[in-house]
């Protein structure tokens, strides 16, 4: 395994990412709040995409301090749209934190970093490189993609027990300054240039010290395990009406939804039913006494190792119990309310079928 410093690397880089970076709202400094924030909105969500949010974002929260006096309610709805609501939830309790124990600000070593909700070891690297020039590796799908090319290494990029091995190789090439840029030219570099598809090595400023373009192995690295098959899932969601109002249940298990709007649902084993005996299964689960009618949608998505499909029927219960009694709002009033992608999808079909 090379751990020499390649030749020159660093400085191209660093020159090139200062050349030619992106005009994005978050290199405005290197405030780490606002380097935290957009690292957290940037993990599975594309750049363009996660503009318009930091930017209201920092109009809403513009500091840490305000962030943590901020609600639950107030961040998810911010983050509606974005997904993967988890990560909203670990913000607010991170900022609620650093303020208390902190001072209000983020600490600086990685190892604390580490330590708050929802900041990993790639967030913390960014943070403590970025924010505070801290000597600390970043390894993401991006960086180890470039360095398995720029040094043909056969290591699987998206194996978590490479992890260790592709933080040795980044660590081995940081500079001894501008810590700043170099990493993020080097996520740069992944984002815009050495793609995951079709790199575009003619225009890349480390050609000339890239081993696959080199040795004619680009359409071959990075060498990827291939994934776990996922898991399929099918749920029956009712709509249930009372004055051109819908019934949504906030969800209060701990997990990927918690805190989102849904439909009441019950769990499928497959996409067929039969009517009688599901009746019996709502009654059971949601105490919902009625009978399934018409189907209304059917939406299918995707999130972690899961493939769900929700059947979507509109359902007459002869009562609602007490609990969900003002749990009923208006098409205009869900826009407002935190929801993941398929239920959004559900409701946005809703208001075209008006
Ligand atoms: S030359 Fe091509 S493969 Fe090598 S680092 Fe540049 S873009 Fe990636």
Known sequence: MPLN????????????????????????????????????????????????????????????????????????????????????????KT?????????????????????????????????????????EAIVDGNVSRVYARLLALEEVINDPKQQDFYYDIATSQLPGKQLSEFNQGLMELGALICTPQKPNCIECPVKKKCLAYKEDLVDKLPNRKKAAKSTKLVRLGL?????????????????????????????????????????????????????????????????????ETILVYSFTPEKIPLKWQKSFFSLNEINDLPMGSAHKKIFNYMRKRK
């Open 239 to 307: 709509i249930i009406k009372k004055n051109k109002k819908f019934l949504l249940i906030k969800q209060n298990k701990k997990g990927l939804f918690y805190g989102l709007w849904e439909i009441p649902a019950i769990a499928l084993k497959k996409e067929e039913f039969n009517e009688k005996t599901i009746a019996d299964t709502i009654s059971n689960e949601l105490k919902l006494v009625g009978e399934i009618e018409n189907k209304i949608y059917e939406v299918k998505h995707t999130f972690t190792k899961y493939r």
């Open 95 to 135: 900022a609620q934190i650093v303020v208390k124990e902190n001072s209000g600000k983020l600490p600086e070593d990685i190892i604390s970093l580490n330590k708050l909700p929802g900041i990993g070891r790639y967030t913390a690297g960014a943070i403590a490189s970025i924010a505070y020039g801290k000597q």
């Open 5 to 92: 410093k390649i030749s020159g690397f660093s400085k191209t880089l660093i020159n090139w990412y200062l050349s030619s970076k992106r005009d994005l709202p978050w290199r405005l400094n290197n405030d780490s709040y606002r380097i935290w924030i957009s690292e957290i909105m940037l993990q599975q969500t594309r750049v363009d995409a996660v503009i318009v949010y930091y930017e209201n974002w920092m109009k809403k929260w513009p500091t840490l301090l305000k962030l943590s006096k901020a609600t639950e309610d107030d961040v998810l709805n911010a983050w509606k749209g974005l997904g993967y609501y988890s990560r909203a939830r670990n913000i607010l």
